[in-house]
């Protein structure tokens, strides 16, 4: 069941990219090994490969970046923040949930770099009701997330 599960996610990933930037087969290679490695929780040596594909312009290898930065450093960076931006400038939901965090831990050392999460906040349930309205199933699981349900 775990691994159907896990196959269907990897899917998922696979077929939402269509606003991504085109890349070259190294920059695909290099994207595709950095989410294995996310994947894997080796979150340190995924971010040189990600790097690669989110400098060309891949909102799910920025997104993930963000991730691994985020996850390394256990908290939002500047540098974690910038490439969520960049991904969600690109429609990722995820990033804009990411941004709209009140959590984080930035929050409590006064390091965020822009307090503007309900901006994000606002738009990724925006976003995500238009999508949902269309059948969009990630954008279902956004709002379910994020504590919206369907209406």
């Known amino acids: ?3 159907q599960l896990t196959f269907l996610f990897f899917m998922s990933l696979a077929l939402c990219g ?3 930037a085109e ?8 994207r595709d090994k950095g989410i294995a490695l996310f994947h894997q929780s080796d979150w340190y040596d995924s971010q040189p490969l990600l790097k690669i594909a989110a400098e060309a312009g891949d ?3 920025q997104y993930y970046l963000g991730e691994a930065i985020r996850l390394s450093q256990r908290y939002t960076t500047p540098e974690a923040k910038k490439w969520y931006e960049a991904s969600a400038e690109q429609g990722v939901l ?3 949930l990411r941004l709209s965090n009140k959590n984080d831990l930035c929050r409590s050392m006064d390091t965020c770099t822009n307090k503007n ?3 994000w906040r606002e738009h990724a349930l925006i976003t995500a009701q238009e999508r ?5 199933t990630e954008a279902m699981t956004v709002l379910f997330t994020a504590g919206q349900g369907l209406s």
């Open 18 to 20: 269509t606003a991504s």
């Open 117 to 119: 999460e309900t901006d």
């Open 59 to 61: 909102r799910d290898a």
């Open 1 to 3: 069941m775990i691994k």
């Open 23 to 30: 890349l070259t087969s190294t920059q695909k290679n290099a």
């Open 94 to 96: 995820y990033a804009m």
């Open 132 to 136: 949902a309205k269309k059948g969009d």
